[in-house]
């Protein structure tokens, strides 16, 4: 016999934890328990945003790939996570995947049960709306910081070019290497204040001096 979903469950979620409690009584049943085995994909990037997940037991990872093939881990989250809710309320594809570290346990939820339960209770929209509110604003933080992670990487691929294996880089202009690197003076500038001060690198007038070229081979990847 498959165990039923109490609505006190879908309450330790952030994202259904202010709703009314006749909304979770109607959503939990609409809900069932499921199995993810470690290292199992919970859904891909590009599925449908046709569910959301609440993770009960266990730990996930967000995985994003971007289009040059790179995947890179946005976020690790454990038990009363709520996954896929962005996509689901939206209609959209998956803008990630979600695979198991461990194995996990976690409750599913259909998008067609959980519209129906919104037209039923209006208010339950505006705590919705809220929480969806605040997930966004933190995702356009970790964008913004892998952002800047591959600037850093561009800027240090291209000294390593320059240098041509050597320890310094004559005629260094910092328009030139914001050009090539897609960024702008003021962020190229704000990096090499960054490495002057771990010490990797020295600028002396227009050249600059890799101090610690291991250190920028590293940055490059």
Same mark, same amino acid.
């Given at each position: ?16 934890? #202010? ?12 809900c069932r328990y499921m199995e993810l ?6 859904? /891909? ?11 009960? +037991? ?18 690790? /989250? ?24 461990? +194995?996990?346990? &976690?409750?599913? &939820? ?8 919104? #037209? ?10 809220? /929480? ?7 995702? #356009? ?14 800027i240090a691929s ?6 041509? +294996? ?20 003021? !962020?190229? !500038? &704000? ?11 020295? &600028? ?18």
């Amino acid at each position: 016999m498959i165990a039923e979903v109490a609505p006190a469950r879908l309450r330790d979620t952030a994202l259904l934890e #202010n709703l009314p409690e006749d909304a979770l009584i109607d959503l939990a049943k609409h809900c069932r328990y499921m199995e993810l085995p470690a290292g199992e994909t919970l859904f /891909h990037q590009g599925d449908p945003g046709d569910s959301l997940y609440v993770l009960v +037991d266990g730990q996930i990872h967000i995985v994003r790939v971007y289009p040059s093939g790179e995947e890179i881990i946005l976020a690790t /989250h454990g038990p009363y996570y709520a996954i896929g809710e962005l996509s689901m309320v939206a209609d959209q594809p998956r803008t990630g995947s979600v695979v198991a570290v461990s +194995d996990c346990t &976690l409750i599913s &939820l259909e998008r067609e049960a959980f519209v129906q339960t919104c #037209n039923r209770v209006p208010e339950m929209m505006s705590s919705i709306l809220s /929480h969806l509110g605040l997930r966004l604003y933190e995702m #356009n933080l970790l964008v913004r910081e892998h952002a800047l992670k591959n600037v850093e990487s561009r800027i240090a691929s291209l000294l390593m070019l320059l240098a041509r +294996d050597t320890p310094r880089v004559d005629d260094l202009r910092v328009p030139r290497i914001a050009r090539a690197t897609a960024t702008d003076a003021d !962020t190229v !500038t &704000l990096f090499f204040r960054k490495w002057t001060k771990l010490g990797y690198i020295a &600028l002396e007038g227009q050249s600059l001096i890799l101090k610690d070229m291991d250190a920028i081979r590293e940055l490059a990847g």
